[in-house]
């Protein structure tokens, strides 16, 4: 691939002119670092629980991907306010292209893991096994080591314009490149495409079940009220399993709208080879950093476990607080 690093002066000019945003972007790095610890500390602090479910391992493997994100986010940006000369260092654009990489990888790896598990096990009946699941997770980061070597031999690999990721230009237009960027673009766009169609299968087979069961207790009532007009109808209990669905749901439909943006942004360089507008790049790059913080909401928001572990941790803390002094 051409070598299309820009000069150490373009970059710190553009670097310069974007601080205050970078600023603003660090304050939003560090809510995502503080969500994503507290929830890593809440899942692995309940161990018994991690082992009855282990398809919390799957909201782990997002979180812990998403922390890994935020946490090396932040510290690149401060090291490069602190030191502008580090926009010349090749290995820290190297691994900040790795990062972004693993955490998108590791992202659609698990989402898509989690919507086949779900079409498994709801709609075919096949339960995996917690091997099965501890594989899919770690299979994730395998992948990313392996997926990430070419990566690492690029010598295209430069900052962005505004220098916010490194990565290869998408506007380039060498066959390497665009063969490399558009493959990447199938693997995202596939795993997309299964996600959609598992949860829309499911869909399918929860109403036509929901109907079915419908009738049944249309039925059911029915002759009830003829051997016993008093007696209350049945009342449908709510599937676990379904319930996790919506919760998976929630979080996969949050990531792809978090992502879709910056999709439309690399799209228009990669078809078009000219820059976006930058206001749309700074735009998506805020979608791309809110969504660990977005994310993490919505796991706890729909885990009343994991809230209560959390409100646990400040209840501790404040008869510590409110108490009285001890007379001596």
């Given at each position: 691939?051409?070598?299309?690093?820009?000069?150490?002066?373009d970059?710190?000019?553009?670097?310069?002119?974007?601080?205050?945003?970078?600023?603003?972007?660090?304050c939003?790095?560090?809510?995502?670092?503080?969500?994503?610890?507290?929830?890593?500390?809440?899942?692995?602090s309940?161990?018994?629980?991690?082992?009855?479910?282990?398809?919390?391992?799957?909201?782990l493997?997002?979180?812990?991907?998403?922390?890994?994100?935020?946490?090396?986010?932040?510290?690149?940006?401060s090291?490069?306010?602190?030191?502008?000369?580090?926009?010349q260092?090749?290995?820290?654009?190297?691994?900040?292209?790795?990062?972004?990489?693993?955490?998108?990888?590791?992202?659609?790896w698990?989402?898509?893991n989690?919507?086949?598990?779900?079409?498994?096990?709801?709609?075919?009946?096949?339960q995996?096994?917690?091997?099965?699941?501890?594989?899919?997770c770690?299979?994730?980061?395998?992948f990313?080591?392996?997926?990430?070597?070419?990566l690492?031999?690029?010598?295209?690999?430069?900052?962005?314009?505004?220098?916010?990721?490194?990565?290869?230009?998408?506007m380039?237009?060498?066959?390497?490149?665009?063969?490399?960027?558009?493959?990447?673009?199938?693997?995202?766009?596939?795993?997309?495409?299964?996600?959609?169609?598992?949860?829309?299968?499911?869909?399918?087979?929860?109403?036509?079940?929901?109907?079915?069961?419908?009738?049944?207790?249309?039925?059911?009532?029915?002759?009830?009220?003829?051997?016993?007009?008093?007696?209350?109808?049945?009342?449908?209990?709510?599937?676990?399993?379904?319930?996790?669905?919506?919760?998976?749901?929630?979080l996969?439909?949050?990531?792809?709208?978090?992502?879709?943006?910056?999709?439309?942004?690399?799209?228009?360089?990669?078809?078009?080879?000219?820059?976006?507008p930058?206001?749309?790049?700074?735009?998506?790059?805020?979608?791309i950093?809110?969504?660990?913080?977005?994310?993490?909401?919505?796991i706890?928001?729909?885990?009343?476990?994991?809230?209560a572990r959390?409100?646990?941790?400040?209840?501790?803390?404040?008869?510590?607080?409110?108490?009285?002094?001890?007379?001596?």
């Open positions: 691939m051409e070598n299309i690093m820009r000069p150490y002066v970059v710190l000019h553009d670097f310069q002119n974007w601080t205050p945003y970078i600023v603003a972007i660090m939003l790095h560090v809510v995502s670092m503080t969500f994503t610890t507290c929830l890593v500390t809440a899942l692995l309940d161990l018994g629980a991690l082992r009855k479910q282990t398809r919390n391992l799957f909201y493997n997002v979180v812990v991907a998403e922390g890994l994100f935020a946490w090396f986010q932040f510290i690149k940006f090291l490069l306010l602190s030191c502008n000369q580090l926009l260092s090749r290995a820290l654009q190297y691994v900040d292209a790795v990062n972004v990489f693993g955490t998108v990888v590791v992202m659609i698990t989402l898509t989690v919507a086949l598990d779900r079409w498994l096990l709801i709609c075919k009946g096949i995996l096994s917690d091997r099965a699941i501890v594989a899919g770690v299979g994730g980061w395998l990313v080591a392996l997926a990430a070597l070419p690492l031999l690029d010598s295209g690999v430069t900052w962005g314009e505004p220098p916010i990721f490194a990565g290869t230009r998408w380039s237009r060498t066959p390497i490149a665009m063969f490399q960027t558009m493959l990447d673009w199938v693997c995202v766009l596939s795993s997309v495409t299964v996600v959609t169609t598992c949860y829309q299968l499911i869909r399918r087979y929860i109403m036509a079940t929901k109907a079915r069961i419908a009738t049944t207790i249309r039925q059911s009532q029915q002759l009830l009220r003829r051997d016993d007009p008093t007696t209350p109808p049945p009342v449908p209990q709510v599937d676990a399993e379904l319930d996790m669905c919506r919760k998976f749901i929630m996969s439909l949050a990531s792809i709208l978090c992502g879709t943006p910056t999709v439309v942004w690399i799209l228009f360089e990669l078809l078009t080879g000219r820059r976006a930058e206001l749309f790049g700074a735009l998506a790059t805020v979608f950093v809110l969504q660990p913080t977005v994310d993490c909401t919505l706890i928001y729909t885990n009343p476990r994991i809230q959390m409100r646990g941790w400040f209840r501790r803390g404040r008869p510590a607080c409110a108490g009285q002094l001890p007379i001596v």
